[in-house]
């Protein structure tokens, strides 16, 4: 399994939404120990880019996005393989992370996330965790493609300090597929937890959550919308244009 990112310090976050309980909704944060420290801060599923996530082999089993399609929406200096795999980044990370595989059926059909199925991946995803299997040869092995337009483009950062955790990350944001479990514990766990956007900078405010300015700046945007809903139609716009 290749390891080695395409680019220093490049990587992928993923702004994971889902319905609130009573209202509003919900961004899936994690706890992390911050890079070169002891203190643990809040951040979204991330993932460093990988060479493999661009290679041809990767990019054969992606659907929804082409390559040209990418590069047109990060920008031009980017080959389209490279921009194709910051979404691949994107979909791995949150799969290794929380156990969310944004994917479809090789038929393109939705994916069937069965009970055996749900079993074999819990299995593959520490596979993939140990090094001992690679994402494409996952994807493979169950006849799946990556589902990159469940995604949305959100932001990018481009940090100057080389010491930042982020230096050049692309952010996206998708909804919580029906269907599927996070393999971690729920919103008690220590480690993770679902908070409205305005409950997690009312927590950044009184110092009881702990996050980079990236992720809080995300969380300030989101806090604008009302519904998730109103986060689908201004940041998937052809969903509701083509009745998606």
């Known amino acids: 399994m290749s390891s080695k990112r ?11 939404l889902r319905r609130g309980e009573k209202r509003g909704f919900e961004v899936f944060l994690r706890r992390s120990s911050s890079t070169g420290g002891s203190r643990e801060i809040y951040r979204v599923p991330l993932g460093g880019l990988l060479q493999i996530d661009c290679s041809p082999r990767m990019i054969a ?5 082409a390559g040209n ?3 047109q929406i ?11 795999g910051f979404w691949v980044a994107a979909v791995r990370a949150l799969f290794e ?3 969310i595989l944004l994917a479809r059926e090789e038929s393109d059909a939705r994916l069937d996330w069965h009970e055996r199925r749900a079993g074999v991946m819990a299995r593959k995803r520490e596979a993939l965790l140990a090094g001992m299997l690679d994402f494409p040869s996952l994807l493979e092995a169950e006849a799946l493609r990556c589902d990159l337009k469940s ?17 050049d990350t692309q952010f996206f944001v998708t909804a919580l597929p029906g269907g599927q479990v996070r393999f ?3 919103s008690e766990c220590a480690d993770s937890l679902w908070l409205a956007p ?9 110092g009881a959550l702990v996050t980079i300015f990236p992720i809080f700046a995300s969380l300030r945007t989101l806090a604008d919308f009302e519904t998730i809903d109103a986060v689908l139609k201004e940041f998937f716009p052809e969903r509701f244009t083509k009745g998606v």
């Open 6 to 16: 395409a680019g220093a310090q490049s990587a992928s976050g993923v702004l994971l």
């Open 61 to 65: 089993r992606c659907a929804g996005l």
């Open 69 to 71: 399609q990418a590069r």
């Open 74 to 84: 990060l920008g031009a200096h980017l080959s389209p393989a490279r921009a194709l």
């Open 97 to 99: 992370e929380t156990g």
């Open 151 to 167: 995604l949305a483009h959100f932001s990018h950062w481009l940090a100057e300090d080389q010491f930042s955790e982020l230096r």
């Open 184 to 186: 971690a514990a729920g």
């Open 198 to 206: 305005d409950d997690a900078l009312a927590r950044f405010k009184r």
